[in-house]
């Protein structure tokens, strides 16, 4: 097993080689075993495949399927589709699932997400599914499919529609434009559907024909001003797109700013009149004060939030909603709103976020700005450093969580530590209401930087700070 390709938040990660060269196959071949003993599925059995749009999905889950059929089982090809509509897809036949996407990370990477028939996987089943390949052989799978694969791309795109027909109001965006940036999200076409049928004007802007990987939580400065010219020169109310898979949102609203993720999430909760809420460390620390619903904190990754949701509703509550700073909206029970029914779709979703602030806009006529504005929430903003090495993350964050003197020193005028949380990560209360919280990505050699402070200015001032002082920690080392 390659040292290359391991789980990380959600699902496994790795270079898109190593998965081309057995890792994919090998990985398919512990998660049916892991199914079997499991008593989720049987021999002859069938498990959905679908894929983003990334140069080596194709090729990747056609090594998944020659996997599937090596293991006595039948693969459901459900082509490019968004991986919360494979889930759906899935769970609504009774099958397991796996989602070849690397999210939002670079092309030349790559991973696969992991579905039982009743959703996505936890982190016992991947504890699980390591053992077995401590267990197992690691010899190569055959990369092609040697039977006659299932079609259902068309199927999972109808159970998805379906999921969301009626929800929202007919004419919701009646008289807004509302641009839509392709790219190669993998919900690009959807997307222009759910416009036109709430009454909306779709303009369709920037589709590639090449991968373009895009972070929510950490958007380029040159995507960013980009989006912000179309939100003029297009006379645009609204901007949405999602990242490659689908499972996170991107808004953009009438000012041309990105409308964060944790917020997003807590006006779909507010919509969805959310009976628990179970949401990372790493949203925003105003989300407490803006539900009359519990809020449970957990680490980053969906199998957390997920576990969460799991949690509050075997305590009894009703209407049970996760959400995490990058947008992505998990849905823990079934959701009534309006007389529609939701069924619970524990995995991340792009489009129930959007379309409740495209419900909110209707609801209330104000710009999407204003919307947000009224949630009070605090500025938050979020950055990354690429190729940071992972060993020196590790003693980083080690060395923040224990080491008394070291932290005073790296935190050396940013103000006075009122408090710290290591839940995931280090998390650093300061003076002043601001907030320095350093993390390690656990899809990708990154380090993440989150802040958050009364206004943007300050904001602004601690993200480049922290990112700064990561930069001098990696190019200093452990001597720092």
Not at 106 to 127: S, W
Not at 377 to 389: C, E, F, G, I, M
């Amino acid at each position: 097993m390659s040292e290359a390709v391991k789980f990380g938040t959600s699902g496994v990660r790795g270079l898109a080689d190593r998965l081309l060269g057995g890792d994919a196959g090998i990985y398919t071949r512990a998660f049916i075993e892991h199914l079997m003993r499991s008593g989720l599925v049987a021999a002859g059995g069938s498990i959905a495949v679908g894929e983003d749009l990334r140069p080596s999905s194709a090729a990747i889950g056609e090594a998944v399927c020659a996997a599937i059929f090596q293991a006595g089982l039948k693969p459901v090809r459900c082509g490019a589709v968004p991986t919360p509509a494979l889930a759906c897809f899935a769970m609504g036949r009774g099958m397991a699932a796996i989602m070849v996407t690397g999210s939002h990370i670079p092309a030349d990477r790559n991973g696969l997400k992991f579905y039982r028939p009743d959703g996505e996987i936890d982190k016992q089943d991947e504890a699980a599914i390591m053992q077995i390949l401590a267990e197992q052989s690691s010899h190569a799978v055959g990369a092609h499919s040697t039977g006659e694969v299932a079609a259902a791309e068309a199927d999972a795109l109808a159970f998805y529609r379906d999921r969301y027909r009626g929800f929202l109001p007919d004419a919701a965006l009646a008289g807004r434009r509302v641009g839509i940036w392709e790219q190669s999200s993998v919900a690009r076409s959807l997307l222009g559907e759910i416009v036109t049928s709430s009454g909306g004007e779709p303009v369709l802007l920037g589709r590639s024909a090449q991968f373009v990987p895009v972070d929510t939580e950490a958007l380029g400065a040159t995507d960013a001003a980009r989006l912000a010219a179309w939100i003029v020169s297009e006379q645009l109310d609204l901007m949405i797109s999602t990242d490659a898979d689908a499972d996170r949102p991107l808004v953009i609203d009438e000012k041309g700013r990105q409308v964060r993720g944790d917020a997003l999430g807590l006006i779909a909760a507010k919509i969805l009149n959310a009976g628990s809420v179970v949401t990372p460390v790493t949203s925003s620390s105003g989300i407490e004060a803006g539900l009359s619903a519990p809020v449970l904190r957990t680490r980053v990754g969906s199998p957390f939030v997920i576990a969460g949701m799991a949690e509050a509703v075997s305590a009894g509550h009703r209407n049970v909603v996760g959400f995490e700073a990058n947008g992505g909206f998990l849905t823990g029970s079934d959701i009534t709103y309006s007389g529609h029914v939701l069924p619970a779709l524990p995995t991340r979703d792009a489009l129930l976020p959007i379309l409740c602030i495209f419900i909110a806009m209707g609801e209330t006529g104000a710009a999407a700005s204003e919307i947000v504005s009224g949630l009070g929430l605090p500025v938050a903003l979020s950055d990354r450093l690429q190729n940071y090495p992972i060993a020196k993350g590790q003693t980083l964050m080690r060395r923040l969580a224990d080491d008394a003197a070291f932290c005073e020193q790296f935190l050396d005028g940013l103000g006075a530590v009122e408090g710290k949380d290591a839940t995931d990560g280090v998390k650093f209360f300061l003076a002043e209401r601001m907030i320095l919280h350093l993390r390690p990505s656990g899809n990708a050699p990154e380090m993440r930087c989150y802040v958050e402070a009364p206004n943007r200015d300050a904001a602004e001032a601690l993200l480049t700070e922290g990112l700064r002082r990561l930069k001098a920690f990696a190019l200093v080392g452990v001597e720092h």
